[in-house]
């Protein structure tokens, strides 16, 4: 769960800044990852095609898939109409959108940020297991023949651009469901 503030112009014409709270647990992500026609691969399609109006619309999907309220105990994250309406509704979600459309950085981190930092170091102990469990770190860190995806190798969290890339063998691989 991360916390995005947006500022922005209300009905009345009044400048407004409000905390929006965003999650997509392992099972909503696994999900974009599962099938043929995953999230990923239809987002890199779409980018491809360079189809304005259809990577808007992806955005404005994640957009109403991830937001929320996080409760008072924070155990849960509820996302029902109600408190999704407090973003949805509002020249906010206006902001929201047009920032992750019109900002390439704005958009990867948060997408970035919709993965669980568990989930990523998961995800990481998985795919380092998946190349060669019998092979040195080092020796795979600087081996021509290193199959492995970049941001692996590199140590760093995947970005939104490494996450599109892979294929939904891989995405089910690195966020395998239990």
Not at 54 to 70: D, T
Request: glycine share 4%; proline share 4%.
């Amino acid at each position: 769960m991360f916390k995005k503030t947006i500022t922005f112009t209300d009905f009345n014409g009044d400048t407004q800044t409000k905390d929006f709270y965003f999650h997509l647990s392992k099972a909503e992500l696994a999900a974009m990852g599962a099938g043929g026609d995953a999230m990923m691969s239809r987002i890199q399609r779409i980018i491809d095609a360079k189809d304005g109006l259809a990577i808007l619309e992806e955005y404005r999907n994640l957009i109403r898939l991830a937001c929320g309220v996080r409760s008072e105990d924070g155990q849960r994250f509820i996302k029902t109409p109600e408190t999704q309406s407090d973003l949805l509704d509002s020249p906010a979600f206006d902001e929201l959108l047009m920032e992750l459309f019109t900002t390439t950085t704005a958009a990867t981190e948060f997408i970035e940020q919709l993965v669980p930092k568990k989930m990523l170091k998961e995800m990481t102990a998985t795919a380092e297991k998946a190349i060669d469990p019998f092979v040195e770190t080092d020796r795979r860190t600087h081996s021509s023949d290193d199959n492995r995806p970049a941001w692996l190798k590199e140590g760093r969290t995947p970005t939104h651009a490494d996450l599109v890339k892979m294929t939904p063998e891989q995405l089910r691989e690195v966020f395998p469901t239990k």
